[in-house]
C-alpha cells in the first residue's frame, strides 16, 4: 500500500497521492451547489485525498470562486487540512475578461502576480501551496517570471512553485531562475509519449515528482470504438478482474507503478469514484501486465 | 525603443541589432556594382545597421569579394565603424571550386583556417568580427574545430565564434570545447518550430543572443496564395494599421519580442527596405498581438 | 590504419574496433556446430577480432550456451585474449522461458543480477567484461538499476556497464546514477536519424565510444529493390572500385570515419567476411565520398 501523502520535491510540499482536479465541478461541468462542493470536499479530505487541483481558467474564470465559497461553507479550520493547486498563464476570450481578443498566453510579471492575487480572493484563501504556470508561453523571460514567483514568495501568498505542460528545455529554462516542483503534464496509456521523451527522466534526474491531468484517457478511453481503445479496454478489464477491482483503479495502478511518483489528479464529481481512486494505492501491477496495458494501447509490442 | 546596438554574448561583441544580409547582394541577387554596394553599405551605417552579415558560398564564392572592392572604395577608414560576419563548411559545386564533387560539409581544422583566410582576402579586411560554421557537419570534431578557432583568434584573424542552423545537442558539443556567442537560424512566423524545440531556451540560458536569418518569411510570405499565407498577411497588416507602419516592420518587430533577443539578419538591397527595418525598434508588439500572428500563421489557436 | 584495439571509455575496457556480434550464429542463424563456433572464435582472435557481442535473449536465450561450449572446447587460456560483452532486459516469450507472458523489459535489480549470473554460467566464464541494458525500460528505476551494477562489480562478476538503444536523455538518467561506458545503437546509411538527433553528440561529450549494431544495413541493404537502396548501392560499389576494395569494407569504412570513434558489431558467422571487415581498418573514406554516401541513402543533398 502507498502512503497517502507524497513530497513532491527535495523541498517541496507534502500533498496527497491522489489529487482532486477540479476543472469540471462547475460551469465545465458538474455545476455543484456550494454544500455539494462542501460535501465532496469533505468526502475528499475523508479518504485522504487532501489535494484540490485548480486553474484560473476553468468554467471561464467561475470554478475557484465556487470552490471558495464551498471552503468558506466549511469554516476556517479546513485550510490547514487541505492544499490548494492552482496555475495562471492562459488568456481565454470569454465575456468575463473583456480585455482578452484572443486565446494566448501571458507570463509577464504583472500577469502573474494580478492571477494569484485574483486566485487567493476567489479560492478565499491567504495563500495557495504550489501555483503553476499553464503552458509554456514562447514569449516567457525567465528572469520576469522568477521575480514574480519571488515576489509571491517573499508575501506569502504562495509557498511552491512549478510548470504545467513544459518540455524539459522549456522547464530548464525556469528552473535556472527558480527552483520548480513539479511539472504537470498529460498521461495515461492512450497519450503515452512522455514517457518516451526525456519528460520523466528530467523528472527523475531532479527528484520531482510529475502530477498527471487526464490520468484515465478520458472519453476516449470510456467511449472510443477504435481497435485501439477496444483491445486496451479489454486488456485492462482483464487485469481488473485479476486484482478483483476495476478499470479506474487499474488505470491509476499503471500510472502510480511510474518510478517517477506520480500524482494522478483525478477529475471526477462523483464521490464514489473518488473513494476508488484511493484504492489504486494498494494495487501493485506485475511488470509484465504493465506492458500488456503499453502494448494494447500503442498497438505494437515493446522493440 | 530598443538601442542600435546588442552585445552578442557576455563576452561577445556589440553588433547592430537589426544585421544587413548580402546574400543578394551579388551574383545571387541584385548584382550589385562595387559603386551600387559601396553606397548601400554607406545607407546601412547612416541609418544604424553597422553589421554586415556574409558567407563565403554567397554567390557562389564571389559575393565577399565583391563586397571587398566596395569596402576598399569606402577607404581603410570605414573598417572600424562596421562589424562583418561570415561563415564557412559548406562545400558547394560550382566551376570556381573544381575540386567539390558533392555538396556537402567540411569542419576539418584546415578546412576551416583556409577558409577564414579566404574571407579575410576576399573581403579586404585584416579581421573577422564572428566566424561561423554554417552548418552543422555530421562528420564535426569537436576538438579539431576548436583548435582551427583558437589558432585564427590567437593570429587575431578572428575576434569570435559561432555557429548557424545548430541542433542545440550539436551546439553543446561544439560548446564545450571553444565557446560560442551565436546560433544563427531561421524564425520567422511560416517558421516557427524553432521558438519550440530548445533552441532559443538554450540560447536564453546562457544569454546568447540568436541571429535571424529570413525573418520576414521570404518569397513564402509575400507570394504565397496558400490559406495560412493569406490569413497571416490579413493578421499582419491588421497590426501594421494599428501601429500606422509596414508589414515588413511589423515581422521585424514580431522578432524582436522574443525575450532571447534576436538579431534579424535583413536580406534586401533595397536603402528604404533598410532604414524601414530600422524602425523596427521603435515598435513593441502588444502580447495578444504578438499571438494574433503566431496563431494565423500556424493555423490554430494555442493549447 | 587504425588500432585493432580502442578504449570504450576513459576508464573503460579496451575492445577490439571491429566486434564480433553472436546474434546469428546459433539457432536464429547459422546453427554453427560447438566445432564451427570454435574455428569461428580462432578466426577472429588471428584477426584482431577480439570482442564478442552477445545478448541473453539470441536463439530464444540460447545461443550463450552454445558459445559457452566452444569457449570451454577451446581451453581456459583463451578467455584472457578475448572480451565478452552480453545484455539483458528483454523478457521475450519462449518455451524457455515459461515465466513470460508478454514480450516486455525487466530492469529490477533482482532481474538484472540474475540475467547476469545466468550469463555467466551459460558462456562459462567468470566475468563479463561489459554488461549491458538492452531496452530502455520505461519502468527503469536508475537507483535500482544501479544497486544491482554495483553488486556486479563488486562481486567482480562485471567489469564494466553500458546501455543499449537509449535515447540521451534515458542515458543521462542512468549515467547520473552508475558511470556507462557506452550506448550500443543502430547505424548504417539506411539508418542514419541518430547522426542528427543528439545520441552521437553526447557520446562524443562523454569521450564514449559508441558500439554499432546492423553496421552495414542487413537485409534491406543487400536485397533491397526501392530506388534508394539502388542509389546507394551505386554510390558505395563506385566508391569500392576507387579504393579497391568491397562494399561490406566501405559501409564500414563510412561508420569508423565518424568522430565519435564507432566499434561496429559485425554480425556474420563466415569467416571471409570478418577477415575482409578488418580491413576497414586501413581506408580512410575522403569527406566528399562519406556525404556521397549519406546523399544517396537520404535521398537529398545536405541543406
Redesign the interface.
Given at each position: 500500500m502507498l502512503p497517502d501523502q507524497i513530497q513532491l520535491a527535495p523541498n517541496g510540499p507534502s500533498l496527497s497521492r491522489i489529487v482532486a482536479g477540479t476543472m469540471t465541478w462547475g460551469e465545465w461541468g458538474a455545476k455543484l451547489s456550494t454544500n455539494e462542493m462542501a460535501e465532496l470536499i469533505g468526502t475528499c479530505l475523508d479518504n485522504g485525498i487532501t489535494t484540490f487541483d485548480h486553474a484560473d481558467i476553468y468554467g471561464h474564470y467561475s470554478t475557484e470562486s465556487d470552490f471558495g465559497e464551498a471552503l468558506a461553507a466549511l469554516g476556517s479550520s479546513v485550510r490547514g487540512s487541505l492544499q490548494l493547486v492552482s496555475k495562471c498563464g492562459i488568456?481565454l476570450v470569454t465575456a468575463r475578461r473583456p480585455e482578452?481578443?484572443?486565446?494566448?498566453?501571458?507570463t509577464?510579471k504583472e500577469y502573474i502576480i494580478k492571477s494569484a492575487e485574483r486566485s487567493l480572493s476567489n479560492l478565499r484563501t491567504d495563500y495557495l501551496d504550489v501555483f503553476l504556470i499553464h503552458?509554456?508561453d514562447?514569449?516567457?523571460?525567465?528572469v520576469?517570471v522568477a521575480e514574480a514567483f519571488q515576489e509571491l514568495k517573499d508575501s506569502g501568498k504562495v509557498l511552491h512553485f512549478g510548470v504545467s505542460?513544459f518540455?524539459?528545455?522549456?522547464f530548464?529554462?525556469l528552473n535556472?531562475h527558480f527552483p520548480l516542483v513539479t511539472n504537470q503534464v498529460e498521461c495515461n496509456p492512450l497519450h503515452s509519449d512522455l514517457?518516451?521523451?526525456?519528460t520523466f527522466?528530467?523528472l527523475?534526474?531532479r527528484q520531482l515528482k510529475p502530477m498527471i491531468w487526464s490520468p484515465l484517457g478520458g472519453k476516449r478511453y470510456f467511449n472510443g470504438e477504435s481497435t485501439i481503445v477496444l483491445r486496451l479496454r479489454d486488456a485492462v478489464r482483464m487485469i481488473a478482474k485479476k486484482h478483483d477491482t476495476t478499470e479506474n483503479v487499474i488505470l491509476l495502478a499503471w500510472l502510480l507503478?511510474?518510478?517517477s511518483g506520480m500524482l494522478p489528479v483525478v477529475g471526477t464529481t462523483k464521490a464514489e469514484r473518488l473513494v476508488e481512486a484511493r484504492a489504486a494505492l494498494g494495487v501493485d501491477l506485475d511488470?509484465?501486465d504493465?506492458?500488456?496495458i503499453?502494448?494494447a494501447a500503442r498497438g505494437a509490442?515493446?522493440?
Open positions: 488568456r482578452n481578443r484572443v486565446k494566448s498566453y501571458d509577464s503552458r509554456p514562447t514569449l516567457m523571460d525567465p520576469e505542460n518540455t524539459p528545455s522549456q530548464e529554462l535556472d514517457l518516451f521523451d526525456g527522466d528530467q527523475l534526474r507503478k511510474h518510478p511488470r509484465q504493465w506492458f500488456v503499453l502494448e509490442e515493446v522493440a
